[in-house]
């Protein structure tokens, strides 16, 4: 599978980074198959904008969570690495919260909308997708085919 990281340095050697605000799937490297939205992601970093890009096996014995798309499950998962809460997996991958859900989570969050009406909110926002990798060993299975400036 090829992947996407968008930063503003080349990545060759990604690492799990376990620091700043906690994300959809908790801590990792994080990327995704979508390049265009790996080139959203680098056009909010730095004076630089790169777009490392990967390949990925997929490895049988690997402790993987995987969402197809935007259910409750999801919706609670991403609530509780958003709060700080860890997980046993070495990957996780499925729809992204980018700003505006993230919005209508924390709105769900504070009982300022329910549940249903998150649902009616998100029904209509693009396609977006992201893969973490929250495990050394699960790193292994990623490697740098080249990086390129937008």
């Known amino acids: 599978m090829k992947l996407y990281h968008g930063s503003s340095f080349e990545v060759t050697n990604p690492k799990i980074l376990t620091s700043g605000f906690y994300k959809d799937f908790g801590y990792g490297f994080y990327c995704t198959n979508i390049e265009k939205q790996a080139k959203r992601w680098a056009m909010t970093r730095g004076k630089k904008h790169i777009v490392n890009v990967y390949n990925y096996t997929e490895n049988p014995s690997f ?20 709060k700080g809460t860890g997980h046993g ?13 993230w ?8 009982n300022k909308i329910t549940r249903e009406a998150f649902w009616v909110l998100v029904k209509f ?12 060993k699960a790193l292994e299975a990623v490697n740098f085919e080249r990086s390129y400036e937008i």
């Open 125 to 136: 926002k693009y396609p977006t997708h992201q893969i973490v990798f929250s495990t050394d």
């Open 89 to 101: 997996y070495d990957i996780v991958e499925g729809p992204m919260a980018d700003d505006t859900i």
């Open 103 to 110: 919005d209508y989570i924390e709105d769900y969050i504070e």
């Open 63 to 82: 402790n993987i969570l995987k969402f197809d798309e935007m259910t409750e499950e999801w919706l609670d998962f991403v609530i509780a690495c958003r």
